[in-house]
């Protein structure tokens, strides 16, 4: 069941055009001219109850523009958006009260109070009874590992600390749907691998469903299933996670450990492959399955180096995304 549909919608901004200087500046107040900026075109999707899907693009791309009209802070100059039922952005209020959000470092706790104050308010301002906030709480702090937060102040918190109790205040009102806007970004390795399996278990346990932004492709393989790519305002793929790397993925990696520190790669002419790292010690190839094969790799190498051993690696979707990006593949 589609707990979130989108139908054609298109975000559209005027934007000032005028020549630069003292000059341009006048004769805009004057003979104001403007130029149309799509942000978003026309793009249709639905999510069901549940789902975790990932929603990325470049930077400009539409991905916050999008998560803005979802959440209702824009409205749409085309199209239709409903979340569970509500057009946010004719029903503000009521549709908070089924969201959570997480947008980037924007706060939602109070800089000067201990955490569980914060926590707190935000249980008052969603209505929430005692039993529930405190049944909530608990189970979100116990899989957030925050006990020795709770009594510290925000301004006290460590970037990482801060985003746990972000992620926190975000579930604690057992919202439906949440949008989580670059949630790991800078923090360190536990840090992150706690905030993850934080919203795997969430998901698994309320059935929320979760709309990721982010950057770090370790967070989308790690959490999504299914993924939507965006590009210029427009969306150029909508699927499996594992389908897109079998689809887009004609590269694979090669790494040759050899027994010579000279380098003889100069010499070695061939269709298909690309060095991706040299060292003294081994030599990684990127390759192209669909031109050459691994045997005819080793056994052109052979001539030139000692192979000690080799090891073969599937392209990786952060490698996938980049080519995409730089339009070195055509997305259907």
Request: with cysteine; net charge positive.
């Amino acid at each position: 069941m589609s707990i979130i549909e989108v139908s054609g919608i298109s975000k559209e901004y005027k934007i000032s055009d005028h020549k630069g200087g003292l000059i341009g500046y006048i004769n805009h107040i004057f003979n104001p001219k403007y130029k149309k900026f799509t942000a978003v075109n026309n793009i249709s999707f639905k999510i069901n109850q549940g789902e975790i899907v990932g929603y990325l693009g470049e930077n400009g791309a539409g991905k916050s523009t999008t998560i803005k009209m979802l959440s209702g802070l824009l409205t749409p100059t085309n199209g239709i958006i409903k979340v569970n039922g509500i057009v946010p952005y004719k029903n503000r209020i009521q549709n908070n009260f089924q969201i959570g959000a997480v947008f980037g470092q924007k706060t939602q706790l109070w800089w000067d109070l201990p955490v569980f104050e914060s926590f707190k308010l935000i249980g008052n301002l969603y209505k929430m009874t005692q039993k529930d906030y405190e049944k909530n709480l608990n189970w979100i702090v116990e899989k957030l590992e925050l006990k020795e937060l709770l009594n510290k102040q925000v301004r006290n918190l460590s970037l990482g600390e801060k985003m746990k109790c972000e992620i926190a205040a975000t579930f604690l009102h057992k919202p439906k749907v949440v949008y989580l806007d670059e949630p790991t970004i800078g923090l360190d390795v536990l840090v992150k691998e706690n905030i993850r399996n934080f919203i795997k278990e969430y998901n698994k346990e309320f059935n929320t469903t979760i709309i990721l932004t982010t950057h770090d492709v370790k967070d989308v393989e790690e959490l999504c299933d299914r993924i939507i790519l965006i590009d210029k305002g427009k969306i150029i793929y909508d699927g499996n996670i594992n389908s897109f790397r079998s689809k887009y993925s004609n590269n694979d990696f090669l790494t040759i450990f050899k027994k010579e520190t000279i380098s003889f790669i100069n010499k070695i002419k061939l269709d298909g492959i690309e060095v991706a790292e040299e060292s003294k010690n081994y030599i990684k190839i990127k390759f192209n399955q669909d031109k050459i094969s691994i045997i005819e790799i080793i056994e052109k190498f052979k001539k030139y180096y000692t192979i000690l051993n080799v090891e073969t690696n599937e392209a990786k979707m952060e490698e996938i995304l980049k080519e995409i990006y730089r339009g070195n593949i055509d997305v259907d």
